[in-house]
């Protein structure tokens, strides 16, 4: 069993950063990819950007590519999206989420997720 938090979100000007966290507790992390996503009101939950298992694969979907960068540190169970030059359209609560191993796009294959994480952005 994983448990994750996510934390970091706020409120943030157009152009801005964030960081958001998302912690795990319970088994390992390292052999899991872990993905955020969003949900803006009114849409479907989409993946943001994904890691894989060994950090050699990752995905970013195309309306953040050059702006967000995920990283993973397994020993401390944390997984990491640096978010810059940030939109209005980036508004959204963002979940962290883990399956075993491998990226997937689909959200129903993620086995664990967290409680999301408000963010923010106003123009």
């Known amino acids: 069993q994983v448990q994750l938090v996510e934390s970091g979100g706020g409120l943030v000007q157009a152009g801005g950063s964030l960081r958001l966290s998302c912690a795990a507790s319970?088994?390992?992390?390292?052999?899991?990819?872990m993905g955020w996503f969003r949900q803006a009101p009114g849409k479907e939950r989409e993946l943001v950007v994904a890691?894989?298992?060994?950090?050699?694969?990752?995905y970013y979907a195309d309306s953040v590519k050059g702006r967000f960068t995920i990283s993973r540190d397994n020993a401390k169970k944390t997984v990491y999206l640096q978010m810059n030059s940030l939109k209005a359209e980036d508004t959204a609560v963002y979940y962290c989420?883990?399956?075993?191993?491998?990226?997937?796009?689909?959200?129903?294959?993620?086995?664990?997720w967290g409680q999301g994480t408000q963010v923010t952005v106003s123009s």
């Open positions: 319970g088994r390992t992390l390292s052999t899991y990819a």
């Open positions: 989420a883990a399956r075993p191993y491998d990226i997937d796009t689909i959200s129903t294959t993620y086995n664990y």
């Open positions: 890691i894989n298992w060994s950090a050699d694969n990752i």
